[in-house]
């Protein structure tokens, strides 16, 4: 892994005076001052006269070769006029003479020389082979596509196997609406209009029809993919990307997300609290609680993105309000050094348990403390206490949940299932390799490291969480590399002192951290999850390190080897540890939602979707930033 970049670009503003090349005279002159040569000609009269003829004719040379280059190389003419009084036709030649040599440029980083080189290869081949990988990872979009398109069309996913469809996010057509802004992404035209024409026809009398939803997997999937197709397709002007001219007008994707949330609203009024009911009934505008009573902490903290924008395109703030209170009363509850419990209560408004982590029921807690803060920070002073916590968390993260594997250190985020004062465990969900983007976004806030440290933008803080970022992308990569199929589980744990389990590797004996990850057999399954691929992209764009869009290219090479269904469509798979992997017939909505997309963003243009201008919801749905205040 490179060295990160010092603190500063000032520290690498080296005293190039030590470099500057001396002219001949002033390399003769020295000599004479540091040698016994001088003494020793001025002896004898004839080395004072070969003395002088030396100098005589160096200066000759000098003169005449100054000369040439003048009238050979560039052609110029002299006028003749005198110049300031000082010199007339010809002068020229002793002023280039009598010039200060200029001073040599700063001195590259090593990281920036090794990308220089290796952006000298021919333009055209380097980039026609992106260009080639995305047209890949489009094409495997139009294959997962055809497949719930002419087996599942209508239901929230497709099972390829079984060649049919299935509804387990409450029959909104949930595949339908997170594809559909990947779609206008990659130009497929024809999914734009198939997937709008349904939305305009069948969506709204759904929605008006439909029993319990859950306010979480609702608002990411169904509520951020309308509103990010609304933006896309022109509504509230489209940045980052041509409005697209094929399906419905932007004001169907409007009023279909208006009529979802003015029914998601009543999580939040139901609650005697501000931390709103879990589950919703749509067709009688109801909320009630989770069988147990409980929410999780990330489900009521992450939907404030989409609700914000939906408040700032309507005009009508009784969205961003009720999603804010809950960010607002978290503000004020105990937490260990920023943490927080997996679980709160919508009766009492407080945590319950002790159980602390990122990975499932905690993850985008923290990831929407710092991304709602994006999205607000120009338009709303008064946020800055979301980006407080979230950087108090980060430094609890550091602190309590930060370790290095054996033998080989790998570094990764564990779990403290009994809070900071219990036994600490080297579990890490695949979800948690969220963090790293997350992370790379909080430091330069979307521009690129070298932008940020050129213009002295990164605090200690910063680059200390950007080389964390860095170090947990090297080890979600490794997640795949070690296993048999090139895949990552769902779960892995990592060998440390006091905990080890000989047998359950991976499965591919040549990683180089066989010994250091650790695979149970419950959680060897791969859901065709994007958090990975999440991260990669982001710090492609923020770090512009080639090796992020390889690990990216790797990972995609594993899904289509292993994932892909001839007949259309990708499948989760049992166990990735084995070969052939057994199946499990079932592709995720976020397949088509996120993963292909930040995979085709990976491999693209940095100015497509550029990460200063949107921030992505949970769900990879591109938001833009303070829409109403850019001018666009």
Same mark, same amino acid.
């Given at each position: 892994?490179?060295?990160?970049?010092? !603190?500063?670009?000032?520290?690498?503003?080296?005293?190039?005076?030590?470099?500057?090349?001396?002219?001949?005279?002033?390399?003769?002159?020295?000599?004479?001052?540091?040698?016994?040569?001088?003494?020793?000609?001025?002896?004898?009269?004839?080395?004072?006269?070969?003395?002088?003829?030396?100098?005589?004719?160096?200066?000759?040379?000098?003169?005449?070769?100054?000369?040439?280059?003048?009238?050979?190389?560039?052609?110029?003419?002299?006028?003749?006029?005198?110049?300031?009084?000082?010199?007339?036709?010809?002068?020229?030649? %002793?002023?280039? %003479?009598?010039?200060?040599?200029?001073?040599? *440029?700063?001195?590259?980083?090593?990281?920036?020389?090794?990308?220089?080189?290796?952006?000298?290869?021919?333009?055209?081949?380097?980039?026609?082979?992106?260009?080639?990988?995305?047209?890949?990872?489009?094409?495997?979009?139009?294959?997962? /596509?055809?497949?719930?398109?002419?087996?599942?069309?209508?239901?929230?996913?497709?099972?390829? $196997?079984?060649k049919r469809g299935v509804d387990g996010?409450?029959?909104?057509? #949930?595949?339908? @609406?997170?594809?559909?802004?990947?779609?206008?992404?990659?130009?497929?035209?024809?999914?734009?209009?198939?997937?709008?024409?349904?939305?305009?026809?069948?969506?709204?009398?759904?929605?008006?029809?439909?029993?319990?939803?859950?306010?979480?997997?609702?608002?990411?999937?169904?509520?951020?993919?309308?509103?990010?197709?609304?933006?896309?397709?022109?509504?509230? =002007?489209?940045?980052?990307?041509?409005?697209?001219?094929?399906?419905?007008?932007?004001?169907? !994707?409007?009023?279909?997300?208006?009529?979802?949330?003015?029914?998601?609203?009543?999580?939040?009024?139901?609650?005697?609290?501000?931390?709103?009911?879990? &589950?919703?009934?749509?067709?009688?505008?109801?909320?009630?609680?989770? *069988?147990?009573?409980?929410?999780?902490?990330?489900?009521?903290?992450?939907?404030?993105?989409?609700?914000?924008?939906?408040?700032? +395109?309507?005009?009508?703030p009784k969205y961003s309000v009720e999603?804010?209170? @809950?960010?607002?009363?978290?503000?004020?509850?105990?937490?260990?050094?920023?943490?927080?419990?997996?679980?709160?209560?919508?009766?009492?408004?407080?945590? +319950?348990?002790?159980?602390?982590?990122?990975?499932?029921?905690?993850?985008?807690?923290?990831?929407?403390? $710092?991304?709602?803060? +994006?999205?607000?920070?120009?338009?709303?002073?008064?946020?800055?206490?979301?980006?407080?916590?979230?950087?108090?968390?980060?430094?609890?993260?550091?602190?309590?949940?930060?370790?290095r594997s054996i033998p080989k250190g790998?570094?990764?985020?564990?779990?403290? *299932?009994?809070?900071?004062?219990?036994?600490?465990?080297?579990?890490?969900?695949?979800?948690?390799? %969220?963090?790293?983007?997350?992370?790379?976004?909080?430091?330069?806030?979307?521009?690129?490291?070298?932008?940020?440290?050129?213009?002295?933008?990164?605090?200690?803080?910063?680059?200390?969480? $950007?080389?964390?970022?860095?170090?947990?992308?090297?080890?979600?990569?490794?997640?795949?590399?070690?296993?048999?199929?090139?895949?990552? *589980?769902?779960?892995?744990?990592?060998?440390?002192?006091?905990?080890?389990?000989? =047998? $359950?590797?991976?499965?591919?004996?040549?990683?180089?951290?066989?010994?250091?990850?650790?695979?149970?057999?419950?959680?060897?399954?791969?859901?065709?999850?994007?958090?990975? +691929?999440?991260?990669?992209?982001?710090?492609?764009?923020?770090?512009?390190?080639?090796?992020?869009?390889? /690990?990216? /290219?790797?990972?995609?090479? #594993?899904?289509?080897?292993?994932?892909?269904? &001839?007949?259309?469509?990708?499948?989760?798979?049992?166990?990735?540890?084995?070969?052939?992997?057994?199946?499990?017939?079932?592709?995720?909505?976020? %397949?088509?939602?996120?993963?292909?997309?930040?995979? !085709?963003?990976?491999? =693209?243009?940095?100015?497509?979707?550029?990460?200063?201008?949107?921030?992505?919801?949970?769900?990879?749905?591109?938001?833009?930033?303070?829409?109403?205040?850019? =001018?666009?």
């Amino acid at each position: 892994m490179s060295k990160s970049l010092p !603190y500063s670009i000032k520290d690498v503003h080296y005293d190039n005076a030590k470099f500057r090349p001396r002219s001949v005279s002033q390399a003769f002159n020295k000599l004479m001052l540091a040698s016994n040569f001088k003494r020793d000609c001025a002896r004898c009269s004839t080395g004072k006269f070969l003395l002088i003829l030396m100098l005589c004719g160096l200066a000759f040379l000098m003169l005449s070769h100054s000369s040439h280059a003048h009238r050979g190389s560039h052609r110029v003419t002299h006028t003749g006029e005198k110049n300031g009084g000082n010199f007339t036709k010809g002068g020229g030649r %002793f002023s280039r %003479f009598l010039r200060r040599p200029p001073r040599l *440029p700063p001195r590259l980083s090593p990281d920036e020389i090794a990308r220089a080189n290796s952006s000298a290869r021919p333009f055209d081949e380097e980039a026609s082979k992106w260009l080639a990988r995305q047209q890949r990872v489009r094409e495997a979009f139009i294959h997962a /596509w055809s497949g719930y398109s002419k087996y599942a069309m209508g239901f929230d996913e497709l099972m390829p $196997l079984s060649k049919r469809g299935v509804d387990g996010l409450g029959g909104l057509g #949930a595949t339908v @609406v997170d594809a559909l802004d990947t779609a206008m992404i990659m130009g497929v035209d024809d999914v734009v209009s198939e997937a709008g024409s349904w939305i305009e026809t069948h969506l709204v009398e759904r929605i008006g029809k439909k029993g319990q939803v859950n306010l979480f997997e609702t608002t990411i999937r169904i509520l951020g993919g309308l509103l990010s197709a609304y933006h896309l397709s022109g509504g509230a =002007g489209a940045g980052g990307i041509a409005p697209i001219h094929v399906g419905p007008k932007p004001s169907v !994707y409007l009023d279909a997300a208006k009529s979802l949330a003015d029914r998601l609203l009543s999580a939040f009024t139901s609650s005697p609290t501000p931390i709103p009911f879990s &589950d919703v009934v749509l067709h009688d505008n109801s909320a009630h609680p989770a *069988p147990d009573g409980l929410s999780s902490t990330s489900e009521v903290s992450t939907v404030q993105l989409e609700f914000n924008f939906l408040s700032t +395109v309507t005009g009508e703030p009784k969205y961003s309000v009720e999603a804010m209170k @809950v960010l607002e009363h978290m503000k004020t509850l105990p937490k260990q050094e920023g943490l927080v419990p997996i679980y709160i209560s919508p009766s009492t408004g407080e945590f +319950v348990g002790e159980n602390i982590r990122l990975g499932s029921r905690g993850d985008s807690y923290y990831e929407y403390l $710092l991304k709602v803060w +994006v999205q607000k920070r120009t338009s709303s002073s008064n946020l800055t206490y979301l980006y407080d916590m979230y950087h108090e968390a980060m430094k609890g993260v550091r602190h309590l949940l930060v370790r290095r594997s054996i033998p080989k250190g790998l570094v990764f985020v564990g779990e403290l *299932p009994h809070g900071s004062n219990g036994a600490f465990s080297p579990k890490m969900d695949h979800l948690v390799c %969220f963090l790293p983007g997350t992370l790379a976004l909080g430091a330069t806030k979307g521009i690129s490291k070298l932008k940020a440290m050129k213009e002295n933008l990164l605090s200690f803080d910063d680059i200390e969480n $950007l080389k964390l970022a860095e170090d947990l992308a090297k080890t979600c990569y490794e997640m795949y590399s070690v296993t048999s199929a090139g895949l990552a *589980p769902e779960i892995a744990y990592f060998h440390v002192e006091d905990f080890f389990e000989a =047998g $359950l590797d991976g499965g591919n004996k040549t990683s180089e951290y066989v010994d250091d990850i650790i695979i149970k057999p419950a959680d060897r399954h791969n859901l065709l999850r994007p958090e990975t +691929v999440e991260s990669l992209f982001v710090l492609y764009r923020i770090t512009e390190d080639p090796k992020y869009r390889e /690990w990216g /290219w790797q990972i995609f090479e #594993a899904f289509e080897k292993y994932t892909k269904v &001839d007949s259309g469509g990708y499948t989760s798979l049992d166990d990735v540890t084995s070969l052939p992997p057994r199946k499990r017939d079932k592709m995720e909505t976020f %397949f088509l939602g996120e993963t292909l997309k930040y995979l !085709y963003l990976l491999f =693209g243009d940095s100015t497509l979707i550029p990460l200063d201008k949107f921030v992505f919801n949970t769900e990879a749905h591109p938001l833009p930033i303070d829409v109403s205040l850019r =001018g666009e």
